[in-house]
């Protein structure tokens, strides 16, 4: 039980008519702290919405999600997010008044953002080191050399990437990801499983929902595949490739092993 | 006309009514947020001026308090209490979006309106609260109507330069990310609500001082001083000024100043000529408006100011 660090406990949600989470006892798994785990499912199959009802932006219509003996469901999302959950979205989010390097910047939790330091002056110690930490990221994922460039000139793939960035500035125990490899090239790529073998080293929890399962389930050391809401297979990548009803549901007669 | 007494007008009600329309701009351009009820902090520090400094009720008054404190009690007391109206009007408010916390502002306002008329132990009802006292400071021969140009100039000039610091910190800059894209913001942990309620509450307090000073000028309150009209004229001036930058807050509202006193300042012979130059001062408003918002002159100059910056 210590060990687990996420747990979705019969979790349901509906939108409108559709049952987009959790048919009958609705969903639950869980997530040993330190995880690497990979979300998969084919479209519609409720992986976003699994990372949104864990991240607080939808409020499940039953269950609850716990980190770390936290109950989620009653917790707000940026409250949810400084207990060191950090997320991506499937469709990149940037903020287009600020600058590249802002955009990661932003993603730390400087003391400036309290009124009283600001008034007070007492912010300005600690910049520095938040630009020189956000710069060495940036780095990490391939913009070291945009930084001072706006957002507006980024590609698709890029934006991802920046996403990224934001989330990593903040050292998140656990980091979500969805489709980050969707319009990312394949260096790109290369660099984005460099940077996830890292923080899984670190002992990081990983989620990431991926469609390039050549990319993911090299890295990923547990599988979760979801299909109409509903778990439909949990086990390693291995065991998952010749899981007839994930090869049936999702991966296709050509993925069979 | 008196080109002396134009421009001290001009210079104090341009400062002061800047103060208000920097204030709709933080809270508007950066935090996100559309207040129409302006005018209700405003009147809110006027009136606590008042109370907090003028005598005990005697005769033929109706208000209840009179705290016979002295002025620099009662200016910290308006901005104070702008403050915690904010606070009063905020908490409910602040979850709703767009046009739906125009109209609570807004509403808010005209119950506060409606209070001061009717509820004559607060400040006499519709005669309102003369003679407000006047703080009884004087340098040498120089005339009140000059100190008062300084004070406003100085509570402006005061007002930027928090509204800067505020803006220039960590503070600003979560603020454009939760207004760029709340969503993302509080995926870093940005806490939308509570940045978005500081904001307001922050931004009534010079407010607030800005109606003690009107109090001052004025040395009366009353409800028709603080109509809606207040709040269109500051939102006009924004409007007029470019949202995106101080200075064209300040040009706005100093443009808008300029053309009321020239209209104020011409003389009537008679009844029916005053009523023909109050409509075309309507007429006139409205056709400004429409031009400067077609050629967004203002805008044009204060924005190309902050990208030499
Ligand atoms: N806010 C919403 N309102 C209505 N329906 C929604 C909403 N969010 C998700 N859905 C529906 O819920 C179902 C699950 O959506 P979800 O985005 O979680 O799927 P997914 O597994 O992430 O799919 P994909 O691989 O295409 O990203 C879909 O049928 C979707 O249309
Ligand atoms: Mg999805």
């Known amino acids: ?257 | 006309m008196n080109v002396e007494a134009f421009l001290v007008a001009v210079l104090t009600f341009g400062c002061l009514f800047s103060v208000l329309t920097l204030s709709l701009n933080l809270q508007y351009a950066r935090g996100g947020m559309i207040n129409f009820g302006t005018v209700a902090y405003f009147a809110v520090g006027a009136y606590a001026y008042a109370i907090v400094t003028q005598e005990p009720p005697s005769g033929l008054d109706q208000y209840l308090i009179g705290l016979n404190g002295p002025w620099w009690l009662g200016f910290l007391v308006a901005g104070v209490g702008a403050a915690c109206f904010a606070i009063l009007t905020g908490w409910p408010t602040l979850r709703l979006r767009g046009e739906y916390l125009a109209l609570t502002t807004f509403a808010f306002a005209e119950v506060l309106h409606s209070f001061l008329l009717n509820e004559r132990r607060i400040g006499n009802g519709s005669v309102g609260l003369a003679n407000v006292e006047r703080p009884g400071i004087s340098w040498a021969d120089v005339p009140d109507s000059y100190v008062f140009a300084v004070a406003a100039l100085l509570l402006m000039l005061v007002t930027i330069a928090v509204y800067r610091r505020i803006l220039a910190s960590p503070y600003g800059r979560a603020m454009d990310a939760v207004r760029d894209d709340e969503m993302a913001a509080e995926a870093v942990g940005k806490d939308v609500a509570r940045m978005r309620f500081e904001v307001f509450v922050i931004s009534a307090v010079p407010i607030g001082f800005a109606g003690a000073l009107y109090a001052m000028i004025t040395t009366l309150v009353s409800p028709d001083l603080f109509t809606a009209e207040v709040t269109f004229f500051v939102w006009i001036a924004l409007v007029l000024g470019g949202e995106r930058t101080m200075l064209g807050a300040i040009l706005g509202t100093i443009a808008l100043v300029v053309f009321q006193e020239v209209v104020r300042g011409i003389p009537f012979e008679t009844v029916r000529s005053a009523q023909i130059a109050a409509s075309v001062e309507h007429m006139l408003t409205g056709a400004i408006f429409v031009i400067i918002l077609r050629w967004q002159v203002f805008e044009r100059i204060s924005f190309a100011r902050s990208q030499a910056e």
């Open chain 1, 1 to 257: 039980m210590n060990s687990e660090f996420l747990i979705v406990d019969g979790v349901t949600k509906r939108f409108g008519g559709l049952q987009a989470l959790g048919g009958d006892g609705g969903l639950s798994f869980t997530v040993p702290r330190g995880t690497f785990l990979g979300l998969i499912g084919p479209n519609g199959a409720g992986k976003s919405t699994t990372f949104n009802v864990i991240s607080g932006v939808t409020k499940p219509d039953t269950g609850a999600v716990y980190l770390d003996g936290q109950n989620l469901s009653e917790t707000r999302t940026p409250e949810i997010a400084a207990h060191g959950l950090g997320r991506t979205f499937q469709t990149p989010r940037a903020f287009p008044s600020l600058s590249i390097l802002e955009n990661v910047i932003v993603g730390a939790d400087s003391a400036g953002e309290r009124l009283g330091a600001v008034l007070s002056g007492r912010w300005r110690r600690d910049e520095p080191k938040l630009k020189e930490k956000a710069a060495a990221v940036l780095n990490r994922v391939g913009l070291g050399s945009r930084m001072t460039g706006s957002v507006a000139s980024l590609s698709g793939g890029e934006l991802r990437m920046l996403e990224v960035a934001r989330q990593l500035v903040r050292d998140p125990k656990i980091l979500l990801l969805d489709e980050p490899t969707a319009g990312v090239d394949p260096s790109l790529q290369g660099k984005l499983s460099e940077i996830l073998a890292r923080l899984h080293e670190d002992g990081t929890t990983l989620i990431v929902v991926e469609h390039n399962l050549h990319f993911l389930l090299r890295i990923a050391d547990t599988v979760v595949v979801l299909q109409n809401g509903e778990l439909l297979a949990q086990g390693s990548p291995q065991a998952i490739r010749s899981d007839e009803k994930v090869v049936a549901a999702y991966l296709g007669n050509d993925h069979a092993a």
